[in-house]
């Protein structure tokens, strides 16, 4: 069957076959999905047990709530962000902090604090080396941007993170922070490690089938937003991971790796009552202004609220 005939047969199933008024957008993309699926089934002549086994598999990772890591992991999440910076540069936006993923590991109501928070609940303090990160979120003209809110989250030593792993405390290594009147945040938590995809879940069987890893280097996310300015999705990788620059989400970016000091200074120490050298960050988030001209950065999508 050629392409012609299937835009044909598919133009029948979808648009003429409707009896009521239609979703003009729904039915475009659906019209377009089903009609490039069909000419994958045609061209590469895949057979029924394919095509089912492919439905079967979908039904298993929205049932396993993994569609959201599979986005990720097949890159759909990063073009996503590929096609967001080009429409910003369109727009003549440039030198804020690069965005990146965001991944599916959000929970909305993070307990809110100014200027300052800890994230770790102290269950992991003897195993975990003390992070200490601090910055300035600056707006669109290079200011500090006062009351700018900081939503940050990360796993645990485990790789695991709270919501999703009852055995965490609530919002452990979760919270808000409203930057204060210079535009500063810092918190305190653990420095995270590394972590893969469930190894027995379905990204993993078909980042098995396409002889692909699904480990993410040591990463902490952040969603930053002010006033006036188009919200920032992104996150920092930790310098020195074996996985920095092979990400199996793809979420490694330039200007996103700060570097990590190590604080041994006895009075700065004495200060955060430790024993042991900590580790530092510095980093600075940059904003752009808002643009009625581009979609909207607030992407709406499924996210977990406790």
Known sequence: MNHAEIDTLVKKWIVEAADKPANPRVQQVVVRLLGDLCKTIEDLDLTPNEVWSGISYMAAAGAANEL?????????EHFLD??????????GLTGATPRTIEGPLYVAGAPESVGFARLDDGTESERAEVLLMQGTVFDADGQPAAGAQVEVWHANLMGNYSFFDPAQSHFNLRRTIIADEQGCYQFRSILPVGYGCPPDGTTQQLLNLLGRHGQRPAHIHFF?????????TTQ???DGDDYLWDDFAFATRDGLVPPITRVADPARLDALQLDQPYASIDFHFHLSRDSAALPTAQVERPRATA
């Open 236 to 238: 920092i990788n930790i």
């Open 224 to 232: 930053i937003s002010a006033e006036g300015h188009r919200k920032l």
């Open 82 to 91: 590929l096609r967001a910076d080009e429409a910003e540069a369109r727009a």
């Open 68 to 76: 959201g890591l599979l986005a990720a992991g097949t890159g759909l």
